[in-house]
């Protein structure tokens, strides 16, 4: 009778240890997601997907791209412009959740078959996660990245600590907020008591490609740099104008987003007259930067346009700064590899804008 007992209490114990053991390995932890849901995940996530326009980058920037087992065909089929695959071709030989692009929902069925721990998505409003979460059985987590104004942009941060809380990576999301604040604070304080020129940044990408007319009053790279921008007075945010309005400002600098430079260079192939009445075409003060708005925000080419610009504006404040060597440190720092000479080949990269040969002039290193 003893030994029956024994055993029996042995048997029980086991048991329990079982349970146990599964309630930690299937335990949950609830987080408050970027648009207010309370979502319960588990406490352990080893595989993940992430949907939506810069969701993938944000999980990159945490080091924990080895979690992710599907993505987007976007991801796959498109090669320019983002830093984050530049760096990581594996992800593009993952599985496929569906389309991606902007407005468009991943695949519930690839989403059930692939299994992850966590749905990491953006730019979904809380019906359609609820609806994608409560038709797959998989937690959704709604990520953020608010509006970029001058890097201090506090929706991406708390999007880094709570995909970084997630996946146990809450030293790396701090270390990724510390580095774009540092650098942030590095530009500000170079230009903080420097006079500047009149600046226009033209060519900017908004729901496609555009040309010369394509601009943003408060432009980021501009507002940390304190630089004077001749679109502020209409606002903030992105503004088609008038071409005849930029002879009338006529900036002694113009910048050139490379996404819509050769709209730029067909349209000056047209209007040859209109460009050359510009000071800043006259004075040969014409340059381009790399597109940051690609699928998202790409916060490093942000800061990397930004030093370049700085080198371009305030030469003595930048003596220091090589920007192509800072573009690597960046790239090297938020995604793993060092990429600039790939996006510089994709696009032209930093540099003089020719207008007579349609090319770009790289400036000396240093």
Request: proline content about 5%.
């Amino acid at each position: 009778m003893k030994v029956k007992v024994f055993l029996s209490i042995i048997v029980l114990l086991v048991l329990m240890s079982g349970c146990l053991q599964s309630q930690s390995v299937k335990g949950t932890v609830t987080v408050k997601d970027l648009i207010g849901r309370e979502v319960k995940v588990p406490s352990n996530v080893e595989r993940i997907v992430a949907a939506g326009p810069g969701a993938l980058r944000i999980i990159v920037y945490l080091n924990a791209s080895d979690k992710i087992v599907g993505v987007e065909d976007f991801e796959k089929l498109h090669k320019y412009g983002r830093p984050y695959i530049l760096a990581h071709p594996e992800l593009k030989e993952l599985p496929s959740i569906g389309p991606g692009g902007p407005g468009k929902l991943p695949n519930l069925e690839a989403l059930v078959n692939l299994k992850p721990d966590v749905i990491f998505m953006t730019y979904v409003d809380a019906k359609t996660a609820q609806d994608i979460q409560e038709k797959t059985g998989i937690p959704v987590v709604v990520l953020s990245y608010g509006q970029l104004t001058a890097f201090e942009d506090e929706e991406l941060f708390k999007s880094l600590e709570l995909a970084g809380k997630i996946l146990g990576k809450e030293k790396r999301a701090q270390e990724a907020i510390n580095f774009i604040k540092s650098l942030q604070e590095d530009l500000s304080k170079r230009t903080e008591n420097t006079k500047s020129p009149s600046v226009y940044v033209g060519g900017l990408g908004y729901k496609g490609a555009h040309g010369i007319e394509s601009t943003r009053a408060k432009y980021p790279p501009f507002v940390v740099l304190h630089a004077k921008n001749v679109v502020d007075e209409l606002g903030e945010g992105h503004k088609f104008i008038d071409k005849e309005k930029l002879l009338e400002w006529d900036p002694e600098y113009i910048f050139i987003d490379e996404g819509g430079l050769s709209l730029v260079l067909d349209d000056y192939k047209k209007n040859p007259k209109f460009y050359e009445s510009l000071k800043a075409v006259k004075n040969e003060n014409v340059y381009g930067v790399l597109p940051y708005n690609y699928y998202a925000t790409n916060i490093g080419t942000a800061l990397a346009d930004a030093y370049f610009i700085g080198k371009v504006l305030y030469p003595e404040s930048f003596k220091d700064v090589d920007p192509i060597k800072m573009a690597n440190d960046i790239y090297e720092f938020l995604v793993g590899k060092p990429v600039y000479e790939t996006l510089a080949e994709q696009f032209g990269g930093f540099g003089r804008i020719n207008f007579s040969t349609g090319s770009i002039e790289p400036l000396s290193s240093g």
